[in-house]
């Protein structure tokens, strides 16, 4: 009998989905629904649901007001590339410690994926299991190195066994990504909530000139 429950496994997915929903301020009603689609959307959306998070979340710590102009800063981060491995978004981010290294990693190999499905018109059907189904043992090692993203929240242990199991993992190799995606944007969430923490006094600061200003008051006490 197969130990992995894929109904526990999607509820899950859709209660970090429904973080984000309130967290970034974006529809994500129907975003664990996607892993239901064919594993080429699968790549291709979730890949681009990473790029927009990210963008949302390094906007969120680099955006130093008054001294930066917001719609200057996001311009700019909507034109980095996501993957360029010296100014892209995943660099980025891993440079102000939004990722750490294996969750950059993580999110490195799962956009290449994506950019592998896309350029190539002959993996339009791409079957991610079939495609499993024919590794050896060391091409399984590879895979569970390459798709890791365990470290802080232990979805991927929950569900595949610490250590991982080889033999859970050949039979759901969507889900162990899956479940990695999932560690991956519940750890960008809590890194955003620590780095806002750090600049909490700035951040008030900032929040009450700017009241202040929109009222119609001087920041510095004049009522003018």
């Not at 681009?48 to 949302?56: A, H, K, R």
């Not at 495609?131 to 802080?152: G, N, P, Q, W, Y």
């Not at 991927?156 to 033999?167: E, V």
Request: overall charge negative; aromatic content about 12%.
């Amino acid at each position: 009998m197969d130990p992995f429950d894929p109904k526990d496994f999607i509820e899950c997915a859709e209660i970090e989905f429904e973080f984000y929903e309130e967290f970034f301020d974006f529809p994500t009603k129907s975003l664990a629904k996607i892993f239901h689609e064919d594993d080429f959307s699968f790549f291709v959306k979730y890949s681009s649901l990473l790029e927009l998070i990210l963008g949302q979340a390094i906007f969120s710590q680099l955006h130093s007001p008054p001294s930066t102009e917001p719609l200057v800063l996001s311009k700019f981060l909507a034109n980095l590339d996501i993957n360029n491995h010296r100014t892209g978004k995943i660099k980025l981010a891993y440079e102000i410690g939004l990722l750490n290294k294996e969750e950059a990693n993580f999110s490195r190999k799962f956009t290449e994926r994506r950019n592998l499905l896309v350029h190539s018109g002959n993996l339009l059907y791409f079957n991610l299991r079939d495609h499993v189904a024919t590794f050896d043992t060391s091409e399984m090692l590879r895979f569970i190195k390459t798709f890791k993203c365990d470290e802080a929240t232990g979805d991927q242990s929950g569900f595949f066994g610490d250590p991982i199991n080889l033999d859970l993992v050949r039979p759901h190799p969507k889900e162990y990504i899956m479940a990695g995606f999932m560690g991956l944007l519940c750890n960008i969430r809590t890194s955003c909530l620590s780095l806002m923490r750090d600049n909490e006094n700035h951040i008030l600061i900032h929040r009450s000139f700017e009241n202040q200003r929109i009222v119609g008051t001087d920041p510095m006490g004049s009522g003018q």
